[in-house]
């Protein structure tokens, strides 16, 4: 069965820190991978997304994630956190047109 | 370009009712999807709409239902309104093919009562 894992429901990192947000997944054949973020009361916003080629991926808002397919994950980066970082982060995979989606990680950015 | 649109934003029924929300999805994008997010169970697909057919479906009881227009726009019903079903609603859209990326609307807040 194909699923996605976040396995933190929260990050805590100091601001200047840098952050990672761990993805995990399994699916058959050769996914593509989103993350997304959320602020308080809006949609979602995409960030970067991985479908195949370099498998450092580089974002909106300095963020940057990294295919590792042997390990199957896709972990979120960002070198130096910022206290308007601070958000719900979504990981999402997709195969014939069906997106599963992680349980979300919260990250907080502390001053 | 305008981004997703929701309509309303926020909404409060009363247990056993019915409730339309509605989607205008971006220019041009003929794939709409729809979320429930909860608090508790985080986002669950409801299900896909391309080209006025649903495509995917998630694992929601016929309660809930929808449609797409031939514009693209999109409508989410649920009927029968229960507790349980107070939760943030999103749609989002996307153009065709696969592997590409969706676009999230503000959402639709429902709360039961």
């Known amino acids: 069965a194909q699923s996605v894992a976040q396995p933190e429901d929260q990050v805590n990192v100091a601001e200047g820190n840098p952050l990672t947000v761990k993805c995990t997944y399994s699916?058959?054949?050769?996914?593509?991978l989103f993350w997304y973020v959320q602020y308080p009361n809006r949609g979602l916003q995409f960030l970067l997304k991985y479908i195949t080629g370099d498998n450092l991926v580089k974002g909106s808002y300095g963020f940057e994630a990294e295919f590792n397919k042997s390990q199957t994950s896709f972990h979120l980066k960002k070198p130096s956190a910022l206290v308007s970082d601070s958000a719900l982060y979504f990981c999402?995979?997709?195969?014939?047109?069906?997106?599963?989606w992680g349980a979300g990680t919260k990250l907080i950015i502390k001053p | 370009k305008a981004g997703v649109t929701q309509t309303p934003r926020y909404l409060i029924k009363t247990r056993g009712q019915q409730v339309t929300l509605s989607c205008s999805p971006i220019?041009?994008?003929?794939?709409v999807s729809w979320y429930q997010q909860t608090p508790g169970q985080g986002l669950q697909f409801l299900f896909e709409?391309?080209?006025?057919?649903?495509?995917n479906k998630g694992n929601f009881p016929g309660r809930f239902s929808g449609r797409q227009f031939s514009n693209s726009r999109s409508e989410m019903n649920v009927s029968t309104l229960e507790l349980g079903d107070s939760a943030l609603y999103l749609c989002a859209s996307r153009l065709a093919g696969e592997g590409l990326e969706q676009y999230f609307g503000p959402g639709t807040r429902l709360t039961v009562t």
């Open positions: 220019s041009g994008h003929r794939s």
């Open positions: 999402a995979v997709g195969s014939n047109y069906q997106l599963i």
């Open positions: 699916v058959s054949g050769n996914p593509y």
């Open positions: 709409y391309f080209s006025e057919t649903q495509r």
